[in-house]
């Protein structure tokens, strides 16, 4: 509808700053209309999609960087949690007309760094311009052994209920970085960029009964697995890993941590899964018979909360 | 970053409106992080991404069934040029804070309705809060026999060049809506409600050389073609499909057809596949040495073109 001209053309951009992240067979260097994707003999495809929007999901003067590679990491955690293997991703990018080439070019750098890191690909995607802020909707795909996917649902009464990493770090940067604090660093940087768990989820396969990515709050996120696997989550407040200095009911419903929580039935084999992926993990409660996810002081009452978890909408 | 509290929350929204669309096994009623999606053996994946804004690919105010519908049309179309066989997709969906309920039902009612015509079903997505304009941004997932995709390259020199359709259609009712006409009906309607060529797509698969969807203009699009496969596309104005009424040079540069044009070096060949696919197709050019996409007239003159087609960006 609109018909700018702008400094830069779509096709050009796509050129000089995508093309060379789409350098998989099957993408074809983004010069088609689609890429193509084989799917290894006993595998089937985990598909998942994530969009973030700037000053919603991100700060729009955070680094390009670490915006980019969040929003690809943000995707690669839900596979992660899925025991599934990422293989690449689709990229539609709305772009507001004052976003510099000097930006995409080093959002295209991070997109190219995590791409390294993660062993994937650009296989496709779309660039469009936008009155409103930077959007960043991606589709991530992996690949599992055929009907090994972890789900959320398939908690069981008795289970026990882990956590790997630590909680609330992002969401402790996250208020850090709006009231314009600059340290500490180390928290600042899980929000900005989050570490998807991908050698623990595919230790976990057949491991782990259900699983989830904390993103909405560990409260909010073991609350969607009881949901579904129509049990109760309880979780002993002590025992939840937060950093030093970080509130725990902060950390419990504030989201953002990318870690995986999950129940199994045996400890010895979560904790052999935990120490073959190199991540720590950490026991945190029980599945129950009943609903919902609690949070159990020392003494056994149960601790009220506000909210859950982050609401994105 | 965000945290309001909106009269619907996104966990209702994704239930309510968006789940009955996930009725396939592996999209979980959308209860799980991700989707999982069988691929038949000898087939390899198609995958494609487009994102359309408000009021930079459809009016605000258009029919919230037609914007749905035209937002995973213009996927399917990837999918239909390259020959493949849908299966489902993704939805990102950004939202702004005043849109209504009532706006959604309607928009998750146009899904619906597509996805009964094309047999597909939504795997997956995400829905947020923004700022900004309305932003839908889709993958569509498609498959196609292996190595049978239809590409831009490969067009020869020799093909017949050959587009299904009328072009030009949903630029003049781009233009109609532009000042506010209301008729002609029929060309407003091929603007909100492309129609992705599918069954042609899969009747050309071996047939044509090199394929693509038109939906930056006519002469654009066939430039595409023309610079992967290295090659000069001729079109000849004269018989170029266009509608009564509609402007040649305009009609061959507004794009948004969602039409193919693909090159072949067998007419009778694709005159069969075009019966069997109950689609019309005209023969409009040839492919010779050289490069770019060039529109001819009757005495064998290049028609200047001020521009190929609609930039995105």
Redesign the interface.
Known sequence: ??????K???FA?IADLFAPLAKTP?A?GL?????????P?GH??????????A?????ADDPPETIARKALRVNLS??A??G?KPIGY??????PRNVRYDWLRKFARGLAKDQREFGIAL???????????L?I?I?A??V?P?GK?L???GAKVGDLVFVSGTIGDAGAG?ALLKRKARTPKSLIARYRLPTPRLSLGFALRGVARAS??VSDGLMADLG?IA??SKVRVVVDAARVPVSRGVDLIAAVTAGDDYEIAFTAPKRDAVMRAARKAGVAVTEIGIVERGEGAVLRDAKGREVRLKKKG????
């Open positions: 509808m609109t018909n700018s001209s702008s830069y053309g779509e951009l099957g074809f010069t088609d209309d689609a890429a193509t994707l084989a799917v003999r089937e495809l985990v598909v998942t999609a994530d969009a973030l929007v000053d919603v999901h991100f700060f839900d596979l949690a899925k599934a689709l990229l539609a990018l709305s772009l296989l496709g995607g779309d660039t469009t311009a936008t009155p409103g802020p959007t909707a589709t795909l992996g599992v055929k996917m789900r959320r649902k996250l989830i990515d969607h949901e579904v982050y609401a994105h909408f």
